[in-house]
C-alpha cells in the first residue's frame, strides 16, 4: 500500500466567493470596510464614489487617518483569509473594542468592483498592492497566486485606502446600479451604523456602561452623473427625530433578567418618568437561555394627524435644510428611520434595524389587536448587547443577522416583554385623552352606549339655540324625550343580551386558560378507568370459573376505585360546566366558602405537583352572596392560574396561597394573597388593564377576565403593592 502526503489546497475563487457569497449586499460589503477604519483608529473615515465617463470607469474608495499597516501586517495579516488576529488581540492600539473578528471583511471589497488597490502608511512607508479578482479566478488554486506587494519610503500621513474598481460600466449601466433609492438605502446604513451619543450617555446614566468612541462617517462624491450628489461631501449625522417620540421605555437588564426601566410620555411634559423594575423568568421556558446584560431604549411615534402636529412643534426640521418640515415630510422621515437595531457595543448588527425586517414581530402582533399594539413603523429601538463570551448571542459569518440559538430568543422574549410594558402605558393615556382605542371597561361602554341622556340634554340646548317659540318648546322638549325613553327601554333588552354575550365568552376564555388542568385531571382519571376496567373483567371471568376470595377482594379493591376515578371526573365536568354554557344562568345566593373551596380543587393536581398550600381561612362563620357562579370561578381561577405561574419561578421554600375571608356588616371582604415574586414598580393600575401581562408569553387576558367579572359581581378588586408575593384586596356585596 502506498501512501503519500498532501496539503489542502484552497481554490483561487475562495477570495472572491469569501467576497461575494460571505457579504449579502453592498451595503454590507462598505459597512465591513468602514468598521475597518474604526479598528484602525482612525478619527473618521471618507466612502467616495466618482465616475469616468470617458473611461466608464466607477471608482469607490474607502479612506482613513488610522494607524496604517505594516508590510508584515499586510502580508502575513491582511491577505489572509479567516486570520484570527482580531480574534485575539479584541482591542486596538486607542483600546478600542475591535469590530471585524472573522478575518473576511476586506474581502467584501470584490463584491464592489473587479479590481482592489490597497495602499496603507505606517511609520512613513507606503506599502501597496493590487488584487484584480478576475486574474485571480484564472488561476485554479490560491497558491499559484503571486501578488505584487510594493514598499517603499513616503511623506504621506498614517492612514489606508481601498480603492474598488469597476470597469467597462456605461453611465446608463451605473444609474441602474446605484439608483437615488440605492444611495438612499445606503445612507440609511451609515446612518444607523453607530448610534447617537446621547444614547450612550443615557445608558451610562442608568448604570450601562457602552465603550463609546467619537467616529465620523462622510460620504464624498466626485463627478457622478445624479445631480442630487454631483460633487457633495455628506456627514452622516444622527436621528433627526430621536428626541421628538411620544413615549420611551429605555433602561438596563440585568444577566439574570432582572430589568429597571423608565418610562417617559412627552405627550404630558410636567408628567415625571415612571421606574419599572420586574424580573422575567426565562429560566421556566425550554429552549431559551438570559442573553448576558442588555441596554435597550425603544422609542414609539404616534402617526395620527394630531401627534405628527405635536412632533413637529417640538422641533422636527429637514436634515439638511434646517427649517421645519411638513406633515407629510414628517412621515416620509418616520419611513426613513423606524425599526429596532442590535448593537454590539458600538456598532449595529445588520440587519437589526432595518424597515424591511420586522423582527420582532411586531405587525404581526399589532393586527390582533391595532389600539393597544405598537406596530414596527412606530419605534426606533436600540439594543445593546455583549460580545459573544459574554451573551451567547452569535453573529453568522454572512453578517446577515445573528444565529438564532437559545441566547436569541430569550432576548426577543425580553424585548416583547419591554414592549409590552410600553404598549400598556400607551393605551392607557391615548384612552384617557380619548386618542383612538376604547375604555377599559366593557361595563361602561355598554352603559354610554345605550343610555340617551347626553343625547336629551344635547336636543334641548340645541332647541334653546334655536329660539323655538316659547308656548311650543315644553311640549317638543317632552315629546322628543318620550320618544327617546322609549327607545331606551326597547334598547335594554338589546343591552342586556349584549352583556350577557360577553359575559358567557368570557366565561369560556376562562375555560380555555384552564384547560391543561382539566386535561390534567381528566386524564388521570380516563387513565385509570381504562386500564382497570379491562383488568376487572379477565379477574371477574377467571372468578367465575374458579372462585378466589384474594382475587374476589382485588376486584372489589379497584371497582370502589373506578367509582373514585368516576366520581372524580363528574365532579370535574359539574365544575366546568357552567363555563362551559352557551346561555347565561340567572344570579343565585351562593355559599362563598364552599364555592372558592370548589374552585381551588380544580386546580389539586398543580397544588400538589408545584408544592402549593392553597389554604382558605373564614373569619365570619357562614358567608353567602349573591352572583352568578361564573363570574365568580372567572375571577378566582384567573387570579389562581397567575399564582401558580409566578410561585413556581421562585425557588423559596415557602409556597402558599391563602384567603381570608371577612364579614363585615353587609359587605364580604377578602384578602388574597401569594408568595410570588409580587408588584415591583407603578404597574399596580395596569394590572386589569386587557393586554398588560408580565409572562414572557402572557397575553394580558387572565387579570382583565377578572376586573369585567368582578364589575358584574358588583364588588370592587384592587392589587396592593408588596415585594413579599401578589396581594388583591376584594370586597363583595353579601346577602342574608
Known amino acids: 500500500m502506498d501512501v503519500t502526503a498532501h496539503k489542502i489546497r484552497p481554490a483561487a475563487r475562495l477570495l472572491r466567493t469569501v467576497g461575494q457569497d460571505l457579504v449579502k449586499d453592498v451595503y454590507a460589503a462598505i459597512v465591513e470596510l468602514v468598521k475597518n477604519s474604526y479598528d484602525a483608529d482612525s478619527e473618521d473615515v471618507v466612502v467616495s464614489f466618482s465616475?469616468?465617463?470617458?473611461?466608464?470607469t466607477l471608482v469607490v474608495d474607502v479612506v482613513d487617518k488610522g494607524d496604517g499597516m505594516s508590510l508584515d501586517t499586510v502580508v502575513n495579516k491582511w491577505l489572509v483569509p479567516a486570520t484570527s488576529d482580531k480574534l485575539i488581540r479584541k482591542r486596538s492600539a486607542r483600546n478600542r473594542v475591535l469590530q471585524g473578528r472573522k478575518g473576511i471583511g476586506r474581502f467584501a471589497a470584490s463584491i464592489l468592483g473587479s479590481k482592489i488597490t490597497l495602499e496603507t502608511v505606517q511609520g512613513g512607508y507606503l506599502t501597496k498592492l493590487n488584487l484584480d479578482m478576475e486574474k485571480v479566478e484564472s488561476f485554479t488554486f490560491l497558491d499559484e497566486l503571486v501578488l505584487d506587494v510594493t514598499h517603499e519610503k513616503t511623506t504621506r500621513s498614517a492612514g489606508t485606502s481601498i480603492k474598488i474598481e469597476t470597469f467597462n460600466l456605461t453611465e446608463e449601466k451605473l444609474l441602474e446600479i446605484w439608483t437615488p433609492k440605492q444611495f438612499k438605502k445606503l445612507l440609511l446604513e451609515l446612518r444607523s451604523l453607530t448610534a447617537p451619543q446621547e444614547v450612550?450617555?443615557?445608558?451610562?446614566?442608568?448604570?450601562?456602561?457602552?465603550?463609546?468612541?467619537?467616529?465620523d462617517i462622510k460620504l464624498q462624491f466626485y463627478d457622478f452623473p445624479l445631480s442630487e450628489y454631483s460633487n457633495k461631501l455628506i456627514k452622516i449625522e444622527?436621528?433627526?427625530?430621536?428626541?421628538?417620540?411620544d413615549y420611551r421605555i429605555s433602561g438596563k437588564v440585568s444577566s439574570n433578567g432582572h430589568v429597571s426601566l423608565s418610562y417617559q410620555n412627552q405627550n404630558v411634559p410636567s408628567l415625571q418618568p415612571e421606574q419599572i423594575n420586574v424580573q422575567i423568568p426565562l429560566n421556566r421556558i425550554e429552549g431559551q437561555v438570559y442573553p448576558g446584560e442588555l441596554y435597550v431604549d425603544i422609542r414609539a411615534y404616534d402617526r395620527d394627524p394630531d401627534s405628527i402636529t405635536n412632533m413637529i412643534e417640538r422641533g422636527l426640521k429637514d436634515p439638511d435644510t434646517g427649517s421645519y418640515v411638513g406633515k407629510n415630510e414628517a412621515r416620509r422621515i418616520l419611513d426613513e428611520y423606524y425599526g429596532v437595531g442590535i448593537y454590539r457595543e458600538q456598532f449595529k448588527i445588520r440587519p437589526y434595524g432595518d424597515q424591511e425586517f420586522d423582527w420582532l414581530d411586531l405587525d404581526k402582533k399589532r393586527v390582533q389587536d391595532p389600539s393597544r399594539k405598537i406596530g414596527h413603523n412606530q419605534v426606533i429601538g436600540f439594543v445593546y448587547v455583549r460580545h459573544e463570551e459574554h451573551s451567547g448571542l452569535e453573529e453568522k459569518s454572512a453578517r446577515d443577522g445573528l444565529i438564532e440559538n437559545g441566547a436569541y430568543f430569550g432576548l426577543t422574549t425580553i424585548l416583547s416583554t419591554i414592549i409590552k410594558q410600553l404598549e400598556v402605558r400607551r393605551f392607557r393615556y391615548r384612552d384617557k385623552a380619548q386618542k383612538g382605542g376604547r375604555s377599559s371597561s366593557i361595563e361602561d361602554d355598554l352603559t354610554s352606549l345605550f343610555n340617551f341622556d347626553k343625547t336629551k340634554d344635547h336636543i334641548s340646548s340645541e332647541l334653546d339655540r334655536l329660539k323655538v317659540s316659547p308656548e311650543l318648546l315644553p311640549e317638543v322638549k317632552s315629546s322628543i324625550s318620550k320618544i327617546l325613553t322609549n327607545e331606551e327601554n326597547k334598547k335594554a333588552n338589546l343591552e342586556r343580551k349584549i352583556r350577557d354575550t360577553i359575559a358567557v365568552y368570557q366565561g369560556q376564555a376562562t375555560l380555555g386558560k384552564i384547560t391543561h388542568v382539566l386535561l390534567h385531571e381528566g386524564r388521570k382519571h380516563i387513565?385509570?378507568?381504562?386500564?382497570?376496567?379491562?383488568?376487572?373483567?379477565?379477574?371477574?371471568?377467571r372468578v367465575i370459573k374458579s372462585p378466589d376470595s384474594e382475587l374476589i377482594e382485588k376486584i372489589n379493591d379497584r371497582s370502589r376505585k373506578v367509582v373514585t376515578h368516576s366520581k372524580g371526573l363528574s365532579y370535574l365536568f359539574k365544575k366546568i360546566e357552567p363555563l362551559a354554557r352557551t346561555k347565561r344562568s340567572p344570579n343565585k345566593k351562593l355559599n362563598l366558602v364552599n364555592e372558592l373551596h370548589n374552585i381551588g380543587a380544580i386546580f389539586e393536581s398543580d397544588f400538589t405537583s408545584a408544592k402549593i398550600q392553597f389554604e382558605l381561612r373564614n373569619h365570619g362563620g357562614g358567608v353567602f352572596i349573591e352572583c352568578n357562579e361564573v363570574d365568580l370561578i372567572t375571577v378566582f381561577s384567573n387570579l389562581i392560574e397567575n399564582s401558580i405561574f409566578w410561585i413556581s419561578q421562585k425557588a423559596d421554600a415557602e409556597k402558599t396561597i391563602t384567603i381570608d375571608i371577612y364579614a363585615e356588616g353587609s359587605s364580604v371582604e377578602l384578602e388574597y394573597k401569594d408568595s410570588g415574586p409580587g408588584?415591583?414598580?407603578?404597574?399596580l393600575d395596569l394590572m386589569f388593564e386587557p393586554g398588560y401581562s408580565m409572562k414572557p408569553d402572557g397575553t394580558g387576558l387572565g387579570l382583565s377576565l377578572a376586573g369585567e367579572a368582578m364589575s358584574r359581581i358588583g364588588g370592587k378588586i384592587e392589587a396592593k403593592h408588596s415585594t413579599q408575593g401578589a396581594v388583591f384586596d376584594i370586597v363583595i356585596k353579601g346577602t342574608s
Open 200 to 215: 450612550f450617555e443615557s445608558a451610562l446614566k442608568q448604570g450601562f456602561k457602552i465603550e463609546y468612541d467619537q467616529f
Open 51 to 56: 465616475y469616468d465617463k470617458v473611461a466608464q
Open 238 to 245: 444622527p436621528f433627526p427625530v430621536l428626541d421628538l417620540f
Open 679 to 683: 408588584f415591583q414598580g407603578g404597574n
Open 527 to 541: 387513565k385509570y378507568i381504562n386500564e382497570t376496567a379491562p383488568r376487572v373483567a379477565k379477574w371477574i371471568s
